[in-house]
């Protein structure tokens, strides 16, 4: 199963750098401001939902090893990455 669970959370990895790979080569095809931040914008989205992925890969393999108390110290801190990086607010 751990076998399974990080070849999961790699293969997630390897896709969002491609997706990175990716969107750099349509900026770069495109040349214009305008659609580099479009692209870019796309790019907000897909970060943070491949971490959420396989952060939630890796605790559900860990569920049964780790004490609850520290799933929660790892939740948290996801949280805090979240809260921290909220879009719409300027410190």
């Known amino acids: 199963m751990a076998g399974k669970t990080l070849l999961g959370m790699c293969l997630l990895r390897v896709l969002s750098g491609c ?9 770069w ?4 401001i305008p659609v580099a931040l479009r692209i870019n ?5 897909c970060g943070p939902l491949v971490l959420l992925l396989a952060t939630g890969l890796g605790l559900s393999s860990l569920a ?13 801190g ?9 879009w719409g607010e300027v410190p």
């Open 64 to 76: 049964g090893q780790v004490p609850p108390s520290r799933l929660l110290l790892i939740l948290a």
């Open 19 to 27: 997706i990175e790979l990716s969107a750099a080569m349509l900026m």
């Open 41 to 45: 914008g796309v790019l907000g989205v």
């Open 78 to 86: 996801v949280s805090l990455i979240f809260l921290g990086t909220r």
């Open 29 to 32: 095809h495109f040349g214009s």
